[in-house]
């Protein structure tokens, strides 16, 4: 699954701590990687953090927070 969905995310020091997908909070146990992506400035588009994370009882996802949107989504869900 490759799409944006946006979604609600409890930070602690502008990194993910849980999210809810499917009416369901995911604790993140661990962030596998994080990088910054500037976007199509050139367009209008904003940078955006993405975090992929591992979550508790397993499963990896990519969110992603829109800086200037203060805006929470989820990128992908891997299988």
């Known amino acids: ?19 809810r997908w499917r009416r369901q909070w995911h604790r993140v146990a661990h962030i596998l ?4 992506d500037q976007g199509a400035w050139w367009a209008g588009e904003s940078p955006c953090w993405f975090f992929r994370v ?8 990519e969110v992603a927070s829109d800086l200037a949107k203060r805006q929470w989504w989820l990128y992908r869900v891997y299988d």
């Open 1 to 19: 699954m490759s799409r944006w969905q946006a979604i609600q995310v409890a930070v602690v020091a502008g990194k993910p701590q849980r999210f």
């Open 54 to 61: 591992g979550v508790e009882g397993g499963g990896v996802f």
């Open 33 to 36: 990687e994080q990088w910054q």
